[in-house]
């Protein structure tokens, strides 16, 4: 069994910073992509960012420049930064990671709201 455990959302003002973490356990073989979406109220949820095993990021245009994403290997963890936030990056973020033959598993999302 498979667990992906997020952490680190919260209550920020417009212009601060947080950092989202999400820490995978279980019965691992190997962790390929992961990444980080997110899900307004009343909105599809949509890409934040994704880091492949090697490393390889890709961004949605409007975190880009904001926004990092990174993972530790060794901890079987991926990372979000987040700086410059605005009102509009409040969401639920979800963490998904393709994980052993390509599956795909999700946490159970943890809250971001920006004030402004």
């Known amino acids: 069994q498979v667990q992906l455990v997020e952490s680190g959302g919260g209550l920020v003002q417009a212009g601060g910073s947080l950092r989202l973490s999400c820490a995978v356990s279980g019965s691992i073989f190997r962790i390929k992509d992961m990444g980080w979406y997110r899900q307004a109220p009343g909105k599809q949820r949509e890409l934040v960012a994704t880091?492949?095993?090697?490393?390889?990021?890709n961004y949605a245009d409007s975190v880009k420049g904001r926004f990092t994403i990174s993972r530790d290997n060794a901890k079987n963890t991926a990372y979000l930064q987040m700086n410059s936030l605005k009102p509009e990056d409040t969401a639920v973020y979800y963490c998904?990671?393709?994980?052993?033959?390509?599956?795909?598993?999700w946490g159970q999302g943890t809250q971001v709201t920006v004030s402004s």
């Open positions: 998904k990671a393709v994980i052993n033959f390509n599956n795909d598993y």
């Open positions: 880091v492949t095993s090697f490393l390889t990021t």
